[in-house]
């Protein structure tokens, strides 16, 4: 069916413009795909020139599509073209010796502009998009095909909405490849209703789960790594070689600034050493976290995560989060865990130790590089500290055979080995010690010596 275009349709606005270049051979794929795996409303634009979109538009929920006569690094402002949209998607080949690849970035130069767009600038990212659409690509990529995340680079810079390119490669083959084109195309597709940008979570004062990035490859495993194992996105990435076109971080404070504001975030992962960075990250007042505290405080809201941090310990410093943290956001007291309880505990299972705890408690601290519950915990209240000592108790329980939990003390028994019994009966120490200890009798002398004949109560009291 052909419109006019200033005839209105049944059709929403398309909150998505889909960029389509007639100069990329895999954007003209993956166009082909879009037009085969939905239905598409059609309207002709006649008021602009080809370069600038015109002719067929195509418009189906959620979406508008527009082909360029240009290759996408040069199409500076291109969201003006399309119905006011929230995310701008240029469907692209990728070119490299990387092989058959499915793969997503934002755009910009954090140096001078080589392909297109202004020198020093860059685009206003998609984090939350690009997670989503990267998850996409890994459940429809062809077998042989990769997924992967790139860094900033390249053109445009000035698209005038939320962006990001979505691409085929590595070479003709694969831009030519149907099946790739058609993964990618439902990929974009699976951006229906999905913002640019993840929600705050605490009113419009709080921040984003965004990250800049900071280090590493042209090719980024490990800020692709965060976005598919955590509930985290990642705006704008300067690689080591953006970093070196970026020069003295200090004397670029305006760059390294709107990489955050065009990522809408508020924290940093910066990948190797890079302690100039850093520091003038810092300087701008922006937080560098640790991948530990990215996944740390996955689930736990982040206003939360900054009181306890700033009562307790930091979680770079150990601190870890229960599952009742887990969307919290009402008050907390910090409380002791009994000392000897604990260790006994931990001796006995160390795993069970800590589910104990991680079932109770808000946060707790960790020794020996969290490989132990520390003895500080937070709770929601005083009486949820009775609730750990009786998960410690439960612990206690695989080991003794009776737990009482008192007011003031868990008092522990247990029928156990008894060397100074073992020698009055002439066992002589070794292994008939060790025999006799795991419940099995021994022969001394011709004489039989039963386990039950050389134990006796044990009791451990625990002061709580």
Same mark, same amino acid.
Not at 314 to 324: I, P
């Given at each position: ?69 240009? =290759? ?62 990267? &998850? ?18 390249? +053109? ?18 694969? =831009? &030519? ?54 509930? =985290? ?7 080591? =070689?953006?970093?070196?076109?970026? +020069? &003295? ?36 007042g922006y937080t560098v976290v640790s991948e530990t505290w990215l996944r740390a405080v996955e689930d736990v809201p982040l206003p939360f995560v900054r009181c306890v941090e700033n009562s307790v310990e930091t979680v770079d410093d150990g601190l870890r989060f229960g599952t009742q943290a887990m969307g919290y956001d009402g008050e907390f007291e910090v409380v002791e865990i009994p000392g000897h309880l604990l260790d006994e505990a931990q001796g006995i299972d160390r795993e069970a130790t800590r589910k104990a705890v991680e079932a109770v408690a808000l946060a707790f601290t960790t020794e020996q590089s969290a490989t132990l519950v520390g003895e500080r915990a ?5 009486? &949820? ?48 010690? +060790? ?30």
């Amino acid at each position: 069916m052909t419109i006019s275009a200033d005839e209105p349709t049944d059709e929403s606005d398309g909150h998505v413009a889909i960029v389509v270049s007639a100069e990329d051979r895999a954007s003209e794929q993956i166009y082909e795909q879009l037009l085969a795996v939905t239905d598409w409303t059609t309207m002709s634009d006649d008021e602009r020139t080809s370069a600038e979109g015109s002719g067929d538009v195509y418009r189906t929920d959620g979406f508008e599509m527009r082909t360029f006569e240009d =290759w996408h690094l040069e199409l500076d402002g291109v969201a003006d073209v399309f119905d006011d949209p929230d995310l701008v998607v240029f469907a692209s080949r990728h070119s490299g010796e990387t092989g058959p690849l499915l793969t997503a970035h934002h755009t910009g130069n954090f140096g001078s502009a080589e392909y297109g767009g202004e020198d020093r600038a860059l685009a206003r990212a998609a984090p939350n998009a690009e997670s989503h659409v990267l &998850d996409a690509l890994a459940e429809y990529a062809p077998e042989d095909y990769e997924v992967g995340m790139e860094c900033t680079h390249h +053109g445009p810079t000035d698209v005038g909405a939320p962006s990001l390119f979505v691409e085929v490669g590595s070479g003709p083959d694969q =831009w &030519d490849d149907s099946d790739a084109a058609g993964a990618v195309a439902r990929a974009i597709l699976d951006l229906r209703g999905t913002a640019p940008d993840a929600p705050r979570e605490d009113g419009e004062s709080s921040a984003r789960r965004h990250l800049v990035g900071f280090g590493g490859n042209h090719y980024t495993p490990r800020f692709e790594r965060v976005v598919r194992e955590t509930d =985290w996105a990642v705006g704008h990435i300067a690689a080591d =070689w953006g970093l070196e076109a970026l +020069g &003295d971080p200090a004397k670029a404070d305006d760059v390294l600034d709107a990489a955050f504001e065009e990522s809408n975030a508020e924290y940093a992962l910066i990948d190797g050493e890079h302690p100039a960075v850093e520091g003038a990250i810092d300087a701008l007042g922006y937080t560098v976290v640790s991948e530990t505290w990215l996944r740390a405080v996955e689930d736990v809201p982040l206003p939360f995560v900054r009181c306890v941090e700033n009562s307790v310990e930091t979680v770079d410093d150990g601190l870890r989060f229960g599952t009742q943290a887990m969307g919290y956001d009402g008050e907390f007291e910090v409380v002791e865990i009994p000392g000897h309880l604990l260790d006994e505990a931990q001796g006995i299972d160390r795993e069970a130790t800590r589910k104990a705890v991680e079932a109770v408690a808000l946060a707790f601290t960790t020794e020996q590089s969290a490989t132990l519950v520390g003895e500080r915990a937070v709770v929601a209240d005083g009486n &949820d500290r009775e609730a750990l000592i009786d998960g410690l108790a439960d612990v206690l329980r695989a080991d003794y055979d009776e737990v009482i939990v008192e007011a003031a003390h868990v008092v522990a028994r247990k029928e156990a080995f008894d060397p100074t019994l073992a020698a009055d009966a002439g066992v002589p120490e070794g292994p008939k010690f +060790g025999t006799l200890a795991n419940g099995q009798a021994v022969e001394v002398d011709g004489e039989t010596v039963e386990p039950e004949a050389v134990t006796r109560e044990r009791e451990v009291t625990f002061p709580v």
